[in-house]
C-alpha cells in the first residue's frame, strides 16, 4: 500500500509562483510513476504532468508546458510541480496520483493511489 500526502497549495497572484510537493510512503518510491492531476468543480480530473520511476521522462498537458515543472527526489521519497507564471485558469484541487508504469496516456482511472488533494486558487 501506498500513502501519497500533497503539500505546497495556497492562494497566489497571477504571473506568481507555487510549488507543490507530494510525499510517499509505503513502497518503493523509485518504483512508481507519479502524476499530477487537477480537478475543479464539476469537472473530471485533468492530466497536469507526469514523471517516471527514475526521473528521466516527463511529460506535461499543453496547457501548463514552459510554466510548470514536475521533478522528484527518490531520496526524500517526494515529487514536486514547480508551477510559474500561474494563471486563474490554474485554479484547482491539485492531486498526485501514482502507478506502475509510465503511460503519458493513462487516464485517472489507472491510477492506482491518490493523494487527499491541495487547493489552489489563482487570483487576477
Known amino acids: 500500500q501506498v500513502q501519497l500526502v500533497e503539500s505546497g497549495g495556497g492562494k497566489v497572484q497571477a504571473e506568481g509562483s507555487l510549488r507543490l510537493s507530494c510525499t510517499a510512503s509505503?513502497?518503493?518510491?523509485?518504483?512508481?510513476?507519479v502524476t499530477w492531476f487537477r480537478q475543479t468543480p464539476g469537472n473530471e480530473r485533468e492530466f497536469v504532468a507526469t514523471i517516471s520511476g527514475r526521473g528521466g521522462l516527463t511529460y506535461y498537458a499543453d496547457s501548463v508546458k514552459g510554466r510548470f515543472t514536475i521533478s522528484r527526489d527518490n531520496a526524500q521519497n517526494t515529487a514536486s510541480l514547480q508551477m510559474n507564471r500561474v494563471k486563474p485558469d490554474d485554479t484547482a484541487v491539485y492531486f498526485c496520483?501514482?502507478?506502475?508504469?509510465?503511460?503519458?496516456?493513462?487516464?485517472?482511472?489507472?491510477?492506482?493511489?491518490w493523494g487527499q488533494g491541495t487547493q489552489v486558487t489563482v487570483s487576477s
Open positions: 496520483a501514482a502507478r506502475g508504469s509510465y503511460n503519458t496516456r493513462a487516464p485517472a482511472a489507472a491510477y492506482d493511489y
Open positions: 509505503g513502497q518503493t518510491f523509485s518504483s512508481l510513476v
